[in-house]
């Protein structure tokens, strides 16, 4: 029976006659991922014909031997030796390769060329060489948008589904803005009886007003009266759990920061608690009274000193 003439080996790949064989292997590499049939179920007749043809050639070319007997003209691009030899190497899979784990002297089999894609697609081929591969669903993605004190304390939102369907989904306590969120098997579908994939969930966390987080730990900033860092005074300070009383010592400069023990995040996967770093500002009063005037400037002339600012 007549054997079609194969396209030349190099042309179908498109790399150069003298391209190295790592530049024939990634090459082949990104075409098998970008056309295996599986990965284009809406052209997959087309996806498939084209893979044929790029195994084949790179049956060819891809193995180094084979490669120097082509080169040499000893073998047409079917891998049939000229002259009436007969072919080297007979059988082979649907594909146009050689069925097996791989060429001897080739550093990956055909199932490694898409582990790089799927983690766990499964080459599922054993004796019968015209099973589908098997891979799992895809994982979708999405964007969650939650509230600070949610992220920090902890809550539960109800997100609608691409598909329609409600699912109520569990923030855990300490989330951090970007984090990503699995749940299984609440991605796209697999068919063929296939594991389903994950939907994989980013968390955006939303700025407040006046927490901020830095690792585990709160920040915040505290307004404070002239006369309550003059003198000392108790003042209640907002907290991610509530307010609590903190001391202003006698003669406290603004700048001065003030660490809440255990009053930062609660991380659930280091075990961790962070603190609230407190930072107070001593503000003034929007207007200077005649008395206040009259105090301090009978309080300089006796009791001038230096803040810190260079001579």
């Given at each position: 029976m007549d054997v079609a003439m194969a396209e030349d080996p190099y042309k179908v790949l498109g790399v150069p006659r003298t391209a190295t064989d790592e530049e024939i292997?990634?090459?082949y590499r990104k075409l098998a991922k970008e056309l295996h049939p599986d990965l284009n179920p809406s052209n997959q007749a087309l996806s498939e014909e084209r893979f044929k043809k790029v195994s084949a050639a790179y049956d060819i070319v891809g193995d180094p031997e084979k490669?120097?007997?082509y080169d040499r003209g000893e073998i047409d691009a079917n891998g049939e030796q000229r002259r009436g030899y007969q072919r080297a190497h007979a059988?082979?899979?649907p594909f146009g390769g050689r069925t097996g784990a791989g060429r001897a002297g080739d550093e990956f089999g055909f199932g490694d060329i898409f582990s790089d894609l799927f983690g766990s697609m499964r080459a599922g081929r054993g004796a019968d060489a015209g099973a589908p591969f098997r891979m799992r669903g895809q994982d979708i993605r999405?964007?969650?948008e939650v509230d600070f004190l949610e992220a920090v304390n902890g809550t539960t939102k109800r997100v609608t589904m691409p598909e329609g369907g409600v699912l109520d989904l569990n923030v855990p306590e300490g989330v951090a803005d970007g984090q990503i969120l699995r749940l299984r098997g609440k991605g796209g579908p697999a068919g063929r009886g296939n594991e389903p994939g994950d939907a994989l969930v980013e968390v955006r966390v939303r700025p407040h007003q006046q927490f901020k987080r830095s690792g585990d730990d709160i920040t915040l900033d505290l307004p404070i009266a002239l006369d309550e860092a003059v003198i000392g005074?108790?003042?209640e300070v907002p907290t991610i759990s509530g307010r609590v009383q903190l001391t202003i010592p006698k003669g406290t400069s603004s700048?001065?920061?003030f660490r809440l023990k255990g009053k930062g995040v609660r991380n659930g996967a280091s075990a961790n608690t962070g603190d609230q770093l407190?930072?107070?500002h001593i503000v003034l009063?929007?207007?200077i009274d005649d008395e206040l005037s009259y105090f301090l400037s009978e309080w300089r002339l006796k009791h001038r000193y230096n803040p810190g600012r260079s001579s």
């Open positions: 292997r990634r090459t490669r120097k007997q059988g082979g899979n999405y964007t969650l005074a108790k003042v700048g001065r920061v407190v930072t107070v009063p929007d207007k």
